[in-house]
Structures are given as C-alpha cells and as structure tokens.
C-alpha cells in the first residue's frame, strides 16, 4: 500500500492560467474522490468516481472545472481559466467498495493564484 | 439529511491531561462514522471508524470514541494528550452504503506544554 498520490504539491499560477492536478488512488481503490479545502474550513466535496464513471459532481464545481479517470485509476482535475478564488488545497481520496470503507487522502496540492 | 457539528472550533489542553473533542451528527441512515486528523500541510489521516460493530472504537495514537445513539455523539477522547496530538481534527459521517462523506468544520487541538 503506497497510498494515495497527488502532483503537484504546490501549484502557484496566474489568474487566467490553467492548471492541472493529478491524483493516483490506492492500487486496489475503485472509488475517487476530490475535495477543496479552503483555509480554517473542513473540506468541500467536489465530484468523485467508481472506476471510470463520475457519478456525482458538486454545485461547487463550475463549468471551469473538470475531471476525468480515463482508465479507471489515477484522475485529473483541471481548472480553465484560474480565479483568485480558486486558491485552496485540493485532496484527493479513494476508497475501496463496501459501505462502511473509509477515504484514504493524499497529501493535497495547494493552489496559489496570483 | 445529514450533517455534523463539531461543538469547538478550539481546544487547548496541557501536556499529559485528558482530551476531549466533541461531535453531534444527524444522519436519516444508519450512519459510519470516522475521525480524521490533519497536520499543517498534510492530507487527512483516519484515526479511527465506527462501522456498527462495537460501540467503543479503539484508534491510532491512543485515541478512542464512543458512539451514542440516544445522543446522536461520537466524541473522540484520548487519556494523556502529547505534543504530537496538536493538529486539526475532524468529524465524518457518511450514511450507510451511500458512497457520501459529511464533513465537520474542524476543531484545532493545542497542547501546551
């Protein structure tokens, strides 16, 4: 088990830039989660994934955001057109089928728009 | 609907003396619920679940909860707080097999020395 894996750690962008993030699950996950995290708040459901279908996406998530798990293992997220607003840390969890399996969360990467 | 509250956004507690953080959830289903905790920078680790098994859930590092029905709680406490234990806690729940996590606002544990 190596955990869950995100790239960048730190992102810092021009407002306008697009960006793109990158998470890897748990090997065995077939559940992918993203989440926001703006500072002093718990965080935020964005969309998440069973194998290759995006299931649910959030009113949070605008049509600048999209996110994707081609094959049905690692995901981008990526945001067109970056606001000073879209500055947060954005995790990325899996999880294993079953009703009770919890999220195992990757260290994030934070987003700095300028 | 389902929602949770995390009654302190702060805690402050010395070196050595027991900690207390406390959680109040409502759930239409029979709910799981988890506590994560969050050091400066890093994602969220699970610290322990309740999964309808025993009501009393053992955890890493020393902490424990204890899930109350009649109360709609899941307080996470731990005997002798360390300096390692200062980070940002939080309080989950997700209904029963609905694939969907509810999140606490969080609660900041200081420990003094």
């Known amino acids: 088990d190596t955990g869950v894996s995100q790239n960048p750690r730190h992102k810092i962008t021009k407002r306008g830039q697009n960006v793109t993030f990158r998470c890897d699950p748990i090997s065995e996950h077939n559940r992918l989660y993203w989440y926001r995290q703006t500072l002093g708040q718990g965080p935020e459901f964005l969309t998440y994934f069973q194998n290759e279908a995006q299931l649910e996406k959030s009113r949070l998530l605008s049509d600048r955001f999209s996110a994707e798990r081609p094959k049905g293992s690692f995901s981008t997220l990526e945001i067109q057109r970056t606001e000073q607003g879209d500055s947060a840390m954005y995790l990325c969890?899996?999880?294993?089928?079953?009703?009770?399996?919890?999220?195992?969360f990757g260290n994030g990467t934070r987003l700095t728009v300028t | 609907a389902q929602s949770v509250t995390q009654l302190d956004s702060h805690v402050s507690v010395s070196e050595g003396t027991p900690v207390l953080l406390r959680c109040n959830y409502s759930?239409?289903?029979?709910?799981?619920l988890f506590w994560y905790v969050q050091h400066p920078n890093k994602g969220l680790q699970l610290l322990l679940k309740?999964?309808?098994?025993?009501?009393l859930v053992k955890g890493i590092n020393g902490f424990e909860a204890e899930f109350k029905k009649s109360e709609t709680s899941f307080h996470l406490t731990k005997p002798s707080a360390h300096m390692s234990d200062a980070a940002e806690y939080f309080c989950v729940v997700s209904p029963y097999n609905f694939n969907k996590f509810y999140f606490g606002s969080g609660t900041k544990l200081n420990v003094k020395p």
């Open positions: 759930s239409s289903y029979s709910p799981s």
């Open positions: 309740y999964t309808s098994a025993a009501t």
């Open positions: 969890a899996s999880s294993s089928t079953g009703g009770n399996s919890p999220l195992h």
